[in-house]
């Protein structure tokens, strides 16, 4: 099993950035794909984004495409969320999950490992 810490979330103004990092333990983070989702209050987990293990293929959903960017640093045993032109309704608990395959998937079922998630607020 693996264990993702995500760190980076925070109270910013609308327009504004925030960069999400996630960071993995365990010696196969480079094999597999790693994803974001996040969950407003009273909506369902919803997917974000995700990279597939070697960073060459990723998916954004169509609300994030152009203002986030998911990469990775598999020397690091990192993946990233740079956030950038944040609205309202970003505000949610984003969380980094561990793909059971090693292309960048968009279904929260094709995750197995979660992070705690880490909390998003967008004022405006």
């Known amino acids: 099993q693996v264990q993702l810490v995500e760190s980076g979330g925070g109270l910013v103004q609308a327009g504004g950035s925030l960069r999400l990092s996630c960071a993995a333990s365990?010696?196969?983070?480079?094999?597999?794909?790693m994803g974001w989702f996040r969950q407003a209050p009273g909506q369902e987990r919803e997917f974000v984004a995700a990279i597939g293990w070697s960073g060459a293929t990723r998916a954004h959903a169509d609300s994030v495409k152009g203002r986030f960017t998911i990469s990775r640093d598999n020397a690091k045993n990192t993946v990233y969320l740079q956030m950038n032109s944040l609205k309202p309704e970003d505000t949610a608990v984003y969380y980094c999950a561990r793909g059971t395959v090693n292309y960048a998937a968009s279904t929260a079922t094709l995750y197995n490992d979660w992070g705690q998630g880490t909390k998003v607020t967008v004022s405006s």
């Open positions: 365990g010696r196969t983070f480079n094999t597999y794909a």
